[in-house]
C-alpha cells in the first residue's frame, strides 16, 4: 500500500511480467468493490468489538443453524433481507437453543438474489446484507447472546470475471 493511503481512497495493482503486457488487477483480499472496472477500496478498521471475546463451544455441544441471511428474516418477498434484520430474529433461535449459526456465503456475489455459490470477490461482504459492518454487527449480537458464527464458504465457485480472472490474465 502507499504511504498516505486513506480510507476510501480506491486503489489498483499494474503488473507487468515479461509473458505479458501490463495487467490492472484488483487485490483477492480487498474488503470492498469500488466499481465495475476492479478497483479496490481501502477500508477503516474502525468498529467497535468493545469487550467481545467468544468462548469456543466443543464441537459435540455445538447446535448448529444453518441461515442464508437474504432470506432468513426478509421484510417482504421481493427484497433481500440484511444481517440487520436477521439480528432482530436471533432471541427466536436463542430459544430453539441454538448456540451456532453457520452462514451461508456471503461474500460479494454476482447476482444479490442468490444463495451465495457464485462469489466474485472472496474477502468482500455482500453490500445488499449490509456489508462488513453489518456482517460485523451480526457477529457482535450472535456472541452477545452466547451464539457462536462460522461460514461457509465456496473457493470453487468464484466467479470467472473476479479476481481469478486478473490472475489468469498474468498467465
Not at 467481545?52 to 418477498?77: C, K, M, N, S, W
Amino acid at each position: 500500500m502507499q504511504p498516505g493511503a486513506k480510507p476510501g481512497q480506491t486503489y489498483q495493482y499494474q503488473i507487468t511480467t515479461r509473458m505479458t503486457d501490463a495487467s490492472i488487477a484488483t487485490t483477492p483480499e480487498r474488503a470492498l468493490t469500488g466499481s465495475e472496472n476492479g478497483t479496490s477500496v481501502i477500508v477503516a478498521n474502525d468498529f467497535d468489538w468493545g469487550d467481545d471475546v467468544f468462548p469456543p463451544i466443543p464441537r459435540e455441544r455445538q447446535i448448529i443453524y444453518e441461515l442464508h441471511v437474504g432470506t432468513f428474516a426478509r421484510p417482504d418477498a421481493s427484497t433481500a433481507a440484511t444481517f440487520y434484520d436477521a439480528i432482530e430474529k436471533l432471541d427466536y433461535l436463542e430459544e430453539l437453543g441454538v448456540n451456532m449459526i453457520e452462514l451461508m456465503p456471503v461474500t460479494c456475489m454476482v447476482s444479490s438474489h442468490g444463495w451465495g455459490y457464485a462469489p466474485n470477490h472472496i474477502y468482500a461482504v455482500e453490500s445488499s446484507y449490509g456489508g462488513r459492518h453489518g456482517l460485523m454487527s451480526f457477529v457482535r449480537a450472535c456472541h452477545d447472546r452466547g451464539i457462536g458464527v462460522i461460514l461457509d464458504v465456496v473457493f470453487n465457485h468464484l466467479d470467472g470475471n473476479g479476481v481469478t480472472m486478473a490472475i489468469r490474465r498474468l498467465e
